[in-house]
Nanobody, 120 residues
Framework: QVQLVESGGGLVQPGGSLRLSCAASGSIFSIYTMGWYRQAPGKQRELVAAITSGGSTNYADSVKGRFTISRDNAKNTVFLQMNNLKPEDTAVYYC??????????????WGQGTQVTVSS
């Protein structure tokens, strides 16, 4: 089965930077859109950024100009470079991907999440 594993979260001061990584593994035939979501305590999960297989990107208004999503197709990995972090960016960040396993339909997958805490 497909598995998404996030890494790179941690504690950082306001204005700092973090780089999140999410690697997909398993019997993967094709990976389509990949993205990052986040969920803060007491709030709904929201889309942070997404990138299609063709490289098109979209971002939440709150992170535009600060975050950059990218992918390495050879490594089945998506990244989220987060700069100028703010306390309101504190959340659990989840990797998400639309993936087709060999000879099967496209399904949506979630990683287990990585904690990002922005605090002085």
């Amino acid at each position: 089965q497909v598995q998404l594993v996030e890494s790179g979260g941690g504690l950082v001061q306001p204005g700092g930077s973090l780089r999140l990584s999410c690697a997909a593994s398993g019997s993967i035939f094709s990976i389509y859109t990949m993205g990052w979501y986040r969920q803060a305590p007491g709030k709904q999960r929201e889309l942070v950024a997404a990138i299609t297989s063709g490289g098109s990107t979209n971002y939440a208004d709150s992170v535009k100009g600060r975050f950059t999503i990218s992918r390495d197709n050879a490594k089945n990995t998506v990244f989220l470079q987060m700069n100028n972090l703010k306390p309101e960016d504190t959340a659990v960040y989840y990797c998400n991907a639309d993936i087709q396993m060999t000879y099967l339909v496209i399904n949506n997958y979630w990683g287990q999440g990585t904690q990002v805490t922005v605090s002085s």
